[in-house]
């Protein structure tokens, strides 16, 4: 007991101490010097930020005191975290097992070339000081925490594409122990392990840890932040609250789309408020989380405010809804069996979230609620409707289809056993569901590594091998920012027909390369129709990523 007590008052001790820091620091430090400090000159390009980082600062420096001095006043021993139920040796000798072979299969190939999304990542972000980077927010493709631990990567081995990958091959490993942890607390010990299992050999999966954005970080944190709020909302203790806001806030800095998981979780808390079960550490939960967030954006949020909140998507197949629904039963489709496999998937997937519901409705909504939510701002705000913004909630699939797919088979053994046959498959029917799963999703695991994302490195050598004396490379759309700033500086770019007449003017053959049509046809329309009216595709180069296949094309003669 006395060195409970003798912790709690040193941890109190730290933090009034670390809250006269910041207020201090929040004081004494001009908002010219943080500018001076993060991007070597005080020239008033933050505007405002700066003023917001200091006065967010000395507010949490008054917070963290206030907490330490109450806990000072009435020292309060420490609980212990525990898993519920509680987890067996051979369940996390089986988790060990699942996590090392999750990491080969992530680090195999992780410095393969990279897609469009990864080379706008790394040219405009991770090559950029680390001042620079959590100051600025250009564009909505910035995801800040992942930009961060990038930049820490190229600090410590260097710039490689595998370097640029590494965050989000560790986020992919972790984010198995969130799921396991969230099953465990929703399934129990078998069902969570088969999701983990599913995850671990998933394609889906292994492509985003191997794809330097933030979105295997954001499923990392939605699923733990989900885990934790079902947790706090049935303990009520504070050690969970205060998990769950550093989960929150996490996913936040990684990314923004982590707000429709916060916002599932508040209507559900609307709910149990109206039942009268709601506690309102909930709220202070995500105050805490709310006001941290605004710390490490405010030095950037002037500049979010004048260019990436006002973005806009221009009306194409992409903010198309239909176009959405044909992508992702095409990405399902790699599961053997194709289109058939989907909707039967689908179907177990349906009696996974009933039975789920039946048991925690709170549960099977917070993990639904976040991807309703996600694509209905999509389609009210035009937005292109990317099937990787829902990416977050792949977990959450895997358990709904889990347990549709052993209550199915429960089932089926109850039938068999009633009508008096098959009592050996009856009593191993559940056994077979579930090594057929996994057999089902393994086989997906080698497509990662069949083709690159894109491949604009064989793109390039093909037009290099072929060309001739005298002949010009132009890249076009897309193509134009990967290869004009990472692959191939010397090429020409062109995002108008009069830039192409122009270069027609000058050289007698004339190469184009473009890249995910769908973005030409849609942006720029006249340059679109005049590929087709003028250019012949003389080579596809395919990849991984939905129509991300690279084309060459050579002008037709007259």
Partial sequence: MNLAWTGARLTAASAIAAGALLGCFAALVSSAAIEQAVRGAAAGRLAWGPALFRGLLAAHGVALAAVGWRRWRRPSRPRRWSLSPRVSPGLLTVAGLLTAIAAALRFHQLGSQLWYDEVLTLVDSVRLPLGEIVSSFPSQNHHMLYSILARLAFDLFGESAWALRLPAAAFGVLSIWALLALGLKLTGPRNALLAAALMTFSYHHIWFSQNARGYSGLLLFATLATWLWVEACERDEWSWWLGYSAAVFFGLWVQLTMLFVVAGHGLVYLGMLARRRASLKAVAAWLAAGSATLQVY?????????????????????????????????????????????????????????????????????????????????????????????????????????????????????????????????????????????????????????????????????????????????????????????????????????????????????????????????????????????????????????????????????
Avoid at 315 to 343: H, Q
Avoid at 462 to 477: F, I, L
Wanted: aromatic content about 10%; proline content about 6%.
């Fill in 298 to 558: 405010a030095l950037s949020l002037p500049e979010f405010l004048r260019s990436a909140a006002g973005e806009v998507s221009i009306p194409s197949a992409w903010t198309n809804p239909p176009w959405l629904a044909g992508e992702t039963v095409r990405n399902l489709a790699v599961i053997p069996g194709g289109i058939a496999a989907v909707l039967a998937g689908t179907l177990v997937f349906a009696v996974g979230w009933w039975e789920t519901f039946r048991r925690n409705a709170g549960a099977a909504l917070a993990m639904t609620l976040p991807v309703v939510l996600c694509a209905g701002a999509m389609l009210a705000l035009g937005h292109n409707l990317w099937p990787r913004f829902f990416f977050f909630a792949m977990g959450f699939a895997l358990l709904f289809l889990v347990e549709g797919a052993m209550r199915l088979a429960g089932l089926a053994a109850g039938a068999l056993r009633r009508i008096g046959r098959g009592e050996r498959l009856a009593a191993r029917a559940e056994a077979l569901v579930a090594v057929a799963l996994l057999a089902a999703v393994a086989v997906t695991a080698r497509k990662a590594y069949a083709l690159p994302k894109q491949d604009f490195l064989g793109a390039k050598a093909y037009v290099e091998q072929n060309r001739r004396p005298g002949d010009v490379v132009v890249a076009v759309g897309l193509a134009a920012k990967a290869y004009g700033d990472y692959y191939a500086p010397e090429w020409r770019r062109a995002q108008s027909p009069a830039e192409l007449d122009e270069l027609g003017r000058t050289h007698s053959r004339l190469w184009l390369v473009y890249t995910l049509p769908v973005q030409i046809q849609g942006f720029l329309p006249e340059l679109w129709e005049r590929i087709q009216r003028d250019f012949r595709v003389v080579a596809v180069f395919p990849g991984t990523l939905g129509g991300g296949e690279v084309y060459v094309c050579r002008r037709a003669p007259p």
